[in-house]
């Protein structure tokens, strides 16, 4: 008959046991981020993070819940690095939010694999078995990724006929077009971190005034301008 563990060595067994978790998500984050799940093996990972097969398979039922638990990792170092308790508690003024999105793009741009991850989670599934599962998180990240526009939304003065949900969308949208084109210089062009942030911070600028403020002058401002001259 086995002797029941002393809470010591129980203690030890559990910390034991989130460290071979983890060494196991550290090594699939990056065979996922840099292979995609169809090209990502489990071989690698096993081999990446000096276990056997059958220890992966011990804590992950299979390849596809093995890239959730990356995917709910990814999200988690995320959502710590931008603080959203900081900024629900603070005025979000548009200042804010460029600043919000400019960190955000920060995150990416020193966290490959995480962003590579994360633009597979919205863009594709491994399976029937963990769609329900992949379209939470999808739900999940939208959710938190748009935290900065709303919050701006609701404190700031539309006009009565604005759709708040379609401007959200729109800029939404936007936002993510100006990220991907800065994040193409840096992983693919190669171009210095520095550079690229800069020309994404204009891009962003720009377009938020745009949509923020408009382009074009409306007839009465310009009737009254003209009666000025």
């Known amino acids: 008959m086995t002797e029941p563990q002393s809470p010591r060595e ?12 983890r060494k196991i998500i550290d090594a699939a984050l990056r065979e996922f981020g840099q292979r995609g ?18 220890l992966l398979y011990h804590y992950f039922k299979n390849k596809e819940n093995l890239f959730l638990a990356v995917c709910d990792r990814c999200l988690d170092d995320l959502w710590q690095f ?4 900081k900024l629900r508690s603070h005025p ?13 793009t920060d995150f990416f741009s020193t966290h490959p694999d995480h962003y590579h991850i994360l633009t597979q989670l919205l863009s594709s599934c491994p399976s029937d078995a963990v ?3 992949i379209e939470d998180k999808r739900r999940v990240f939208r959710e938190r990724a748009s935290v900065a526009l709303r919050l701006f939304l609701s404190r700031s003065s ?5 759709d708040k ?7 939404l949208e936007l936002v993510e ?53």
């Open 158 to 162: 539309l006009r009565p006929d604005v």
């Open 177 to 229: 077009s100006v990220q991907a084109r800065y994040l193409e210089l840096i992983f693919r062009r190669h171009v210095p971190a520095e550079l690229a942030l800069e020309t994404m911070e204009k891009g962003l600028r720009a377009s938020l005034d745009i949509i923020l403020y408009g382009i074009l002058q409306r007839e009465n401002e310009r009737k009254g301008e003209e009666r000025c001259v």
């Open 82 to 85: 931008l603080d959203l308790d």
């Open 10 to 21: 129980n203690h030890r067994e559990i910390a034991k046991s989130k460290i071979s978790r």
């Open 131 to 133: 769609a329900g599962m």
């Open 165 to 171: 949900e379609l401007t959200l969308q729109l800029l």
């Open 92 to 104: 979000v003024d548009d200042g804010a939010l460029l600043d919000f999105y400019r960190r955000q």
């Open 37 to 54: 799940y169809e090209g990502a093996s489990t071989n690698q990972i096993c081999l990446s993070a000096g276990i056997s097969k059958g």
